[in-house]
């Protein structure tokens, strides 16, 4: 079964960094590409970029560009996506998805940034 | 402001149809194919509808999708209390900074 496995719930403040992960299995995992996708409390989906396992090549929204950064680890399987400084506003549930066109969807790891 | 355009809200009796547009511009479905994510409360979203018409295997065919032009439509039938939830469109932006890009949601209350 193809999955992707995202790493769990983290409360953090204002200032600190933090890094999540995304584990692929049940397919070949540099293969396909992995989008991140933010989803603020009540709110829409957004669409975050995008990271090419096999050679981390990144594609980042203007709007998130600076403010995040991409990687992936091929020999695990997994992606990650980190902040050097948090902020309230980056309080989201943040997801991982195969492909540009999303077929496989991540559990969503809930990140919430307060004092 | 989303790059794509969903209404905010529909709504249906149980086994009627409904319509959920997704409009956008040259830019993006005038030139790209649509996919279409059902998120239920609570859960992450899940694909129904990508390649503008296809349907991964698991999706019942009351799901279907179309596009014209620089629009496009996802449809539902024989409406199911279990369709109730959040529908988005999405494609690909080949603008000054190409990505994706989402409409903004479609809740869907069956009445």
């Known amino acids: 079964e193809v999955q992707l496995v995202q790493s769990g719930t983290e409360i953090k403040k204002p200032g600190e960094s933090l890094k999540i992960s995304c584990k692929g299995s049940?397919?070949?995992?540099?293969?396909?590409?992995i989008t991140w996708v933010r989803q603020m409390p009540g709110k829409g989906l957004e669409w975050m970029g995008i990271?090419?396992?096999?050679?981390?090549?990144?594609t980042y929204s203007p709007s998130f560009r600076g403010q995040v950064t991409f990687s992936v680890d091929k020999s695990i399987s997994t992606a990650y996506l980190q902040w050097t400084s948090l902020k309230a506003s980056d309080t989201a549930i943040y997801y991982c998805?195969?492909?540009?066109?999303?077929?496989?969807w991540g559990n969503g790891t809930s990140v919430t940034v307060s004092s | 402001q989303s790059v794509l355009t969903q209404p905010p809200s529909v709504s249906a009796a149980p086994g009627r149809k409904v319509t959920i547009s997704c409009s956008g511009s040259?830019?993006?479905?005038?030139?790209?194919?649509v996919s279409w994510y059902q998120q239920l409360p609570g859960t992450a979203p899940k694909l129904l509808i990508y390649?503008?018409?296809k349907r991964p295997s698991g999706i019942p065919d009351r799901f279907s999708g179309s596009k014209s032009g620089t629009s496009a439509t996802l449809d539902i039938t024989g409406l199911q209390n279990g369709d109730e939830a959040d529908y988005f469109c999405?494609?690909?932006?080949?603008?000054?900074?190409?990505?994706?890009?989402f409409g903004g949601g479609t809740k869907l209350t069956v009445l």
């Open positions: 049940g397919y070949t995992f540099h293969n396909h590409y």
């Open positions: 040259s830019s993006n479905i005038g030139n790209n194919p």
């Open positions: 999405a494609t690909w932006d080949n603008s000054l900074s190409p990505g994706g890009v």
């Open positions: 390649d503008s018409n």
């Open positions: 990271i090419y396992p096999d050679d981390s090549e990144v």
């Open positions: 998805a195969r492909r540009h066109f999303m077929d496989v």
